[in-house]
Every structure is written in structure tokens, then in C-alpha cells.
Nanobody
Framework: QVQLVESGGGLVQPGGSLRLSCTASGSIFTIYAMGWYRQAPGKQRELVAGITSGGSTNYADFVKGRFTISRDNAKNTVYLQMNSLKPEDTAVYYC??????????????WGQGTQVTVSS
């Protein structure tokens, strides 16, 4: 069994910053890509950013220059530093991880979601 636990969401004013964290634990053999999606009310879930095990990153156009994704492989943790937040960034943020478990099968696991609200 594998679990992804997120933290770091909350309420922030426009222009402010938040840092999300997501840690994987359980019967993990290898973690490949990790990243973040978000879903705003009434909208589809959309990719925010991803990072490979080697550190290569990709970002949605709407966060480029404002958000930074990173990971600590020793801690099985992925981070999302969010700066210059806008009201339209308000959403539930979900982390994901592509994990090869001890049986050597690979699955995509998801966190429980953390609410980010940008409002004055």
C-alpha cells in the first residue's frame, strides 16, 4: 500500500505565496514522475507542474515564472512553491506520483487534495 499526504494549503491574499508539500510512503520500490494537478469549482482537473526522478520539470503556461516544482528523493517528497498568487489560482491541488511498488508493478497514486484560496 502507498499513501500520498499533502500539506501547505490555505488562504492567502493576492500576490502572496504558499508552499505545498506531498510525501509518499508505503511499499515503494521506485518513484518516477511526481507533480501537481488542480481543480477549481466547475472546471476539469488540469496539470500544474511535473518533475521527473532526474529533476526535469514541466509547467502549465498559466504558472510559468510564478510556481516552482522541486523534489527531495531521499524524503520521497515533492514541493510546489507558489508565488505571485492570483484569485484564479484558487482550487484544490492534488499531488501525484508514478510509483513502482515492491511487486514491480507501476501505478499512479494521488494525494487527498489540499485547498488553496487566493482572496483579499
Amino acid at each position: 500500500q502507498v499513501q500520498l499526504v499533502e500539506s501547505g494549503g490555505g488562504l492567502v491574499q493576492p500576490g502572496g505565496s504558499l508552499r505545498l508539500s506531498c510525501t509518499a510512503s508505503g511499499s515503494i520500490f521506485t518513484i518516477y514522475a511526481m507533480g501537481w494537478y488542480r481543480q477549481a469549482p466547475g472546471k476539469q482537473r488540469e496539470l500544474v507542474a511535473g518533475i521527473t526522478s532526474g529533476g526535469s520539470t514541466n509547467y502549465a503556461d498559466f504558472v510559468k515564472g510564478r510556481f516552482t516544482i522541486s523534489r527531495d528523493n531521499a524524503k520521497n517528497t515533492v514541493y510546489l512553491q507558489m508565488n505571485s498568487l492570483k484569485p484564479e489560482d484558487t482550487a484544490v491541488y492534488y499531488c501525484y506520483a508514478d510509483i513502482q511498488v515492491v511487486t514491480h508493478r507501476e501505478y499512479r497514486y494521488w494525494g487527498q487534495g489540499t485547498q488553496v484560496t487566493v482572496s483579499s
